[in-house]
């Protein structure tokens, strides 16, 4: 009897031994097919150079490329899904393509138009001899009026000489209108639909402005509307804002008795638009000192603990600097770097556009700097380290 006894024991402890070989070797097995799936090379789709907004992808805008399965963080998109849509923002060289940046139509935004500091009104660009397409907001033009010499025609009845009747000076062009839809500049892309063999086609293709939107006082542009109702030409001459220089018979005349044995002309000062250059983000602080308390004994009733106050001293300065993977970009004019992710926290910085700044970790709607402070989403947008390089400085 005790003899079958250990043989029951004996066979329960083999059956277990062999229980836990045969769930090793399973498990065994199990993580090398994942560890081999992870490494598995899969083709994905690239960038072959940088894309501009609103361009229709084509096979030459693809190159392939190889990736570990555990690296790609994103479904990649087959060919077929790239092929014949539109970006919806700048793609760079050698990024992946996804489907947030992708779109079957092009993406049109309605452009800002300049504030105006006399009077807003559009002219249509047919009203003009010579008009000019290369022109973009905040460009200066004069317009010219001249009418045809009487007694200068041919046998046609066409004018052989003319005289100016009038220049309007200096001015600016706030924007540009087509369709309805306000531009910034006269020529952009536009999807066209074309009848091809009896075939409706679409194209991408470079469609000019309507209409020219100026910065004009009311008299000037009232004097231009009676040169052209009366038949008379306007021409537009792209120039450069000139100097108002005020007239010295204006002026105190100590001032001006000053001017003209000096020959100095005052000349009001002319607004130049900010520009905001490309720059890394540095800290304020250097270094950071915080306090620690080391405590040398497990059991905290032990009344013999040895405690031990030291201090750690961290260096944001070096550690914004060590890192390339993770930068942000500045879009607003200004804006807050604030103590906490929340917009009721106090804010400690103001930053300005096109500043770089690395992060450590995205929060929700938040970005926590390498400093320790934290930057909304909707005033920055995420870079890439070579595009910052070739960008700081300009």
Request: net charge positive.
């Amino acid at each position: 009897m005790q003899l079958n006894r250990q043989i029951i024991i004996i066979l329960i402890l083999a059956s277990l031994l062999f229980s836990a070989v045969g769930a090793a070797f399973y498990f065994y097995n199990k993580n090398k097919k994942v560890m081999k799936s992870k490494n598995q090379l899969v083709t994905i789709f690239i960038a072959k150079d940088d894309i501009k907004r609103n361009t229709l992808l084509t096979v030459s805008h693809l190159a392939k490329t190889k990736v570990a399965k555990q690296f790609i963080l994103n479904k990649p998109l087959l060919k077929s899904e790239i092929l014949g849509k539109y970006t919806k923002e700048r793609i760079y060289k050698n990024e992946v393509f996804l489907k947030q940046k992708l779109n079957t139509k092009i993406e049109k935004s309605r452009a800002k138009v300049l504030d105006y500091k006399n009077s807003s009104y559009n002219m249509k660009f047919n009203m003009f001899k010579n008009p000019n397409y290369s022109l973009v907001q905040g460009d200066v033009i004069n317009i010219i009026s001249v009418y045809p010499k009487a007694g200068t025609q041919d046998k046609k009845g066409k004018y052989l000489d003319y005289e100016t009747q009038y220049v309007s000076k200096n001015i600016k062009i706030l924007g540009f209108i087509r369709n309805g839809f306000t531009e910034s500049e006269t020529i952009t892309k536009q999807k066209v639909k074309k009848v091809i063999k009896k075939k409706i086609t679409e194209e991408v293709l470079d469609v000019k402005s309507d209409e020219v939107i100026l910065d004009i006082e009311p008299q000037v542009l009232i004097t231009l509307l009676s040169d052209f109702n009366k038949g008379n030409q306007l021409w537009m001459v792209k120039t450069k804002e000139s100097i108002q220089i005020e007239p010295v018979d204006k002026m105190p005349i100590k001032e001006a008795i000053k001017i003209v044995e000096n020959k100095v002309i005052t000349a009001k000062k002319v607004y130049k638009p900010k520009v905001y250059k490309y720059k890394w983000y540095v800290p304020k602080t250097t270094i950071v000192r915080k306090s620690a308390i080391i405590d040398y004994t497990n059991d905290e009733k032990d009344s013999d603990s040895k405690t031990k106050s030291v201090e750690i001293v961290v260096n944001p300065k070096k550690i914004c600097a060590g890192i390339k993977n993770k930068l942000l970009i500045g879009t607003a004019s200004k804006f807050y770097l604030r103590e906490e992710g929340s917009t009721k926290s106090a804010y400690k910085r103001i930053v300005q556009r096109n500043t770089i700044i690395p992060y450590i970790e995205k929060l929700n709607h938040w970005y926590k700097t390498c400093d320790g402070l934290y930057v909304s989403k909707n005033v920055v947008k995420e870079t890439t380290y070579k595009y910052a390089i070739k960008k700081v400085g300009r």
